[in-house]
């Protein structure tokens, strides 16, 4: 069986540099046999054409999403807008849910999700639950902190465990769950750290950011596994 290709979500491009994906992310799949290729924000246009490609797709993280996508209002920290970017994965996360393409959603990528299904972000953490657990520290750094996992949910079975220790670098998480949007994992202070949706079993959506640790934590890496797994077996039933 082949390896299957597994398209990964970037950064814009910028000065300097071209679009780009943290080594984290590409390391982390190719580690559970994947062949990670990059998908630059070049548009809606490009998805259809991409899904005919890849066998999996990972919805990276990384800067803040237009609040006006979800009526969210505006506040200071909000940061790294980029209106390519936002087209590209609205209509790509909307590409995948149809097609039920095995997806791994991190942090923005799950927030994505929500959006495209009609919830809600807390626009910064801090003004909402406090700082008596750390989400991110300052600057913008990712810090450690527990979860709790539901009991019998999909991801529980996928990590062995309903705990776990993960790294978070966010400042926003989920307000409102979207339509089907079901939360199944939160940190000490509530916020929603996991979720699942009706009717996408082949889609893992985490808040905090597995691939920082998966090198050293087996558990995080599982979830990379999982995706490999779920796409092999999508690409050699097509």
């Known amino acids: ?62 800067g803040d999403i237009n609040p006006s996508l979800f009526d969210g209002g505006e506040h200071p920290t909000i940061y790294n807008l980029s209106p390519e970017r936002d087209g590209t994965e609205t209509a790509l996360a909307r590409a995948l849910l149809a097609h039920k393409k095995p997806t791994l959603a991190i942090c923005r990528g799950l927030q994505v999700l929500n959006t495209v299904l009609g919830g809600t972000l807390h626009l910064h953490l801090p003004d909402v639950v406090g700082e008596d657990v750390n989400h991110r520290v300052p600057p913008r750094d990712p810090t450690l902190h527990a979860v709790r996992v539901a009991e019998g949910s999909c991801l529980a079975g996928l990590l062995g465990s309903t705990e776990t220790t993960s790294k978070s670098w966010h400042h926003q998480a989920i ?33 905090w950011h597995p691939e920082l640790s998966a090198a050293e934590d087996p558990s995080q890496q599982k979830l990379f596994e999982a995706l490999i797994r779920m796409s092999a077996e999508a690409a050699a039933n097509t």
């Open 1 to 62: 069986m082949k390896p299957p290709v597994i398209g990964l979500t970037t950064y814009p491009s910028g000065q300097g540099y071209g679009y780009h994906t943290p080594v984290e992310y590409v390391h982390a799949v190719a580690r559970a046999g994947g062949v990670p290729v990059l998908l630059p924000p070049l548009g809606g246009e490009m998805v259809e054409a991409w899904l005919e490609r890849v066998d999996g797709v990972v919805l990276i993280g990384g």
């Open 175 to 207: 307000a409102e769950p979207g339509e089907g949007v079901v939360p199944v994992a939160w940190a000490p202070d509530g916020v929603i750290e996991a979720v699942e949706i009706d009717g996408q079993p082949q889609l893992i959506a985490v808040q």
